[in-house]
Structures are given as structure tokens and as C-alpha cells.
């Protein structure tokens, strides 16, 4: 089915930027960071025993984070034999794109986190660090964090949701399951990371934003020449 340009941003950029909104809102009001980090930290008794864990720091955290990479290498190595295979060069734009996307929006992830210094759950002192707790609002104006914010290690799942778009330019079926996928991968990633104490859930909500948003404005930029005349994208 054929959609018009509109359609096309309203489903992939209005719609996704109200939901951001109001969950950032309702989260903020509801004090749910706050709320889950306190479940979280009690059922490990009062402390994140659950941190250096082997499965959640090396199987999800270290094996999540070498998966992403790897995958990452591979579409890389694709995008060079596309330069020298004829099968293959007929994608070498939608390649460098899926390369693109996914690496910049880690890029972008890293540059945020460094920049921001917004605290992990574990530097309060609620949760056994030395910091007085605060929201991730009154953090932004305080950024006085070891920089935990958006969440790094979602991204190595979030960041995958340029497969989306490149099923996408393709209107291929299979974009569902790169979008599932990736989905599922980050919110795996994110929640080990909070019951490490290592994000709050707003973290993640906002690494999958960021996400999402860097991948839709590289689709546009890399294929805004396919909405001249019409929009192939639904």
C-alpha cells in the first residue's frame, strides 16, 4: 500500500515524539524511576549483589555489547564488498545507511552520556553511593553524574532499529522481525542494567527514542529523493 509523505511522518515521527512525551511526563510525576529502583535494590537486600554477576556482567552486559559489535562488522564488511560485487552493489546505499544509522546512533548514545553527567542509580545514596537522590530532571540541571544517561548498553540492542528502516526502503516483511528484534535486545539490555543499578528506566526510554529518531532522520536524508513523487513507505 502506497501512503502519502504525511502519513508516512505521522506514524514514524509524531506519534513516537507524543508517546516520548508523555511517558517522560508520567514517569517524572509518578516518580517511577525512584520506584523501581527501590524494588530493584531491595529484593537484592538493600545492595545490587546482582551487579558483577556472570550472567548479567558478562553473559548480557560484556556478550550483548561484543553481539552488537560483531553485527556491526559484519554489515561493514558487506558495505566493502559492495564496492567490488556486482550482487551486492546495487545495495550499497541502503548498506552504508544500515551502517551508518546503527553505528551513529552509539556514536550519538556515548557523546550524550560524556556530556550530560547524569547519575546512575547506584552513585545515590538511597542505593549505597554518596550522591542525594534526584530525578533525572533536577539531574540535568545539576550534572554532577559519572554519566549514565541515555543508557549505553541499550543502545547496542535500540541502535539496531535501523534494520527497521532498511527493510523498510525495501517495504520487505522482514523489517518487522529487525524491529522486534531490536526492541526485545534493548529492553533485555536495559532492564539487566537497572537491576545492576546501573539506569533508571528512563535511561532506556530515552536511548530508544534517540534511537529511533537518528534512524528516521538518516532514512529521510539518505532517501528523501523516493518521496519526490510518491512515498513507497507505509
Avoid at 556491526?72 to 556486482?86: D, E, Q, R
Avoid at 540492542?157 to 535501523?162: D, P
Avoid at 516483511?173 to 536495559?190: D, H, N
Amino acid at each position: 500500500m502506497i501512503v502519502s509523505p504525511n502519513r508516512f511522518l505521522a506514524s514514524h515521527f509524531l506519534i513516537p515524539l507524543v508517546t516520548l512525551v508523555v511517558l517522560s511526563i508520567a514517569i517524572d510525576i509518578a516518580d517511577i524511576d525512584r520506584l523501581m529502583a527501590d524494588y530493584f535494590y531491595a529484593i537484592q537486600g538493600n545492595s545490587w549483589t546482582w551487579k558483577d554477576s556472570w550472567l548479567t556482567e558478562v553473559f548480557f552486559h560484556k556478550g550483548g555489547r561484543s553481539a552488537s559489535i560483531v553485527l556491526a562488522l559484519i554489515s561493514l564488511v558487506l558495505l566493502g564488498l559492495s564496492f567490488f560485487n556486482l550482487t551486492l552493489a546495487a545495495h550499497k546505499k541502503p548498506l552504508l545507511y544500515l551502517f551508518l544509522a546503527t553505528a551513529g546512533s552509539s556514536l550519538l548514545i556515548g557523546f550524550l552520556k560524556s556530556s550530560l553527567a547524569i547519575s546512575c542509580p547506584w552513585e545515590f545514596n538511597r542505593y549505597g553511593g554518596q550522591l542525594v537522590y534526584k530525578s533525572v530532571v533536577e539531574q540535568l540541571l545539576l550534572r554532577n553524574g559519572a554519566g549514565c544517561f541515555p543508557a549505553g548498553h541499550a543502545s547496542a540492542g535500540y541502535a539496531w532499529i535501523s534494520s527497521y528502516f532498511f527493510g523498510l526502503y525495501y517495504q520487505s516483511r522482514w523489517r518487522w522481525v529487525g524491529l522486534g528484534a531490536s526492541m526485545i535486545a534493548g529492553a533485555v539490555f536495559g532492564f539487566v542494567q537497572q537491576i545492576r543499578g546501573a539506569h533508571f528506566i528512563s535511561h532506556d526510554l530515552w536511548t530508544l527514542a534517540i534511537c529511533w529518531f537518528f534512524s528516521l532522520a538518516l532514512f529521510l536524508f539518505f532517501f528523501k529523493e523516493k518521496s519526490k513523487n510518491q512515498s513507497p513507505w507505509n
